[in-house]
């Protein structure tokens, strides 16, 4: 089974957390050509390798209360974007996923309410964001393309289709509660990811 094409570097990719995308070349292409034979190869390690819906691919977590630390600020900030694009009334996905974004004009301290969401995840100031920003570059979500400035990757999905369902929850009026309050950090943690 060594035979399998890129198989040391997908691994070593994937196992730290990273999601391939088109993105990734060579790696991308070996495993969507033969999705089946890397899975069973990597089965065999106790490993479960997941293909998205939206073509890429990632390791599933091991348990879902293994929440890495920077997964809770990464929610705040999507959660942000996210809300931002609603508010000014433009489609979320083509806003985030269409264009490229500078760190210096990001909405996250634009609003009050907007800082005190990063707050409860520690993140008080523009080095945070770029924090965030460099982990979610860590896990395959975006890529720097300048010091400044990022774009949104495929695999950012992970993330922006629960923001879109806390966004749906925070909306309803039912509900009574927002889906990120000032309850702290853990309000803000996703299920799984």
Same mark, same amino acid.
């Given at each position: 089974?060594?035979?399998?094409?890129?198989?040391?570097?997908?691994?070593?990719?994937?196992?730290?957390?990273?999601?391939?995308?088109?993105?990734?070349?060579?790696?991308?292409?070996?495993?969507?050509?033969?999705f089946e034979?890397?899975?069973?190869?990597?089965?065999?390690?106790?490993?479960?390798?997941?293909?998205?819906?939206?073509?890429?691919?990632?390791?599933?977590?091991?348990?879902?209360?293994?929440?890495?630390?920077?997964?809770?600020?990464?929610?705040?900030?999507?959660?942000?974007?996210?809300d931002h694009?609603?508010?000014?009334?433009?489609?979320? $996905? @083509? !806003?985030?996923?269409?264009?490229? =974004?500078?760190?210096?004009?990001?909405?996250?301290?634009? /609003?009050? %309410?907007? &800082?005190?969401?990063?707050?409860?995840?520690?993140?008080?100031?523009?080095?945070?964001?770029?924090?965030?920003?460099?982990?979610?570059?860590?896990?395959?979500?975006?890529?720097?393309?300048?010091? $400044? @400035? !990022?774009?949104?990757?495929?695999? =950012?999905?992970?993330?922006?289709?629960?923001?879109?369902? /806390?966004? %749906?929850? &925070?909306?309803?009026?039912?509900?009574?509660?927002?889906?990120?309050?000032?309850?702290?950090?853990?309000?803000?943690?996703?299920?799984?990811?």
């Amino acid at each position: 089974m060594s035979e399998l094409p890129q198989l040391q570097e997908i691994f070593d990719r994937l196992r730290r957390g990273y999601h391939l995308s088109p993105e990734d070349e060579p790696a991308f292409s070996a495993v969507a050509a033969d999705f089946e034979a890397y899975a069973a190869y990597f089965a065999r390690l106790g490993l479960t390798l997941v293909r998205h819906p939206r073509e890429f691919f990632y390791f599933e977590p091991d348990a879902a209360e293994n929440v890495p630390e920077a997964l809770p600020r990464i929610a705040v900030f999507s959660f942000i974007l996210v809300d931002h694009a609603a508010n000014q009334g433009r489609p979320i $996905e @083509e !806003f985030l996923l269409g264009q490229h =974004f500078l760190v210096s004009k990001l909405p996250h301290f634009t /609003l009050d %309410r907007y &800082a005190g969401l990063l707050r409860q995840v520690e993140v008080e100031d523009a080095a945070g964001l770029r924090q965030i920003l460099k982990n979610m570059e860590r896990l395959g979500w975006v890529k720097f393309v300048g010091e $400044e @400035e !990022f774009r949104f990757l495929r695999p =950012f999905h992970r993330v922006f289709d629960k923001c879109l369902e /806390l966004a %749906r929850t &925070a909306r309803l009026p039912s509900e009574g509660k927002p889906a990120l309050s000032a309850d702290g950090p853990d309000a803000a943690k996703p299920d799984s990811y």
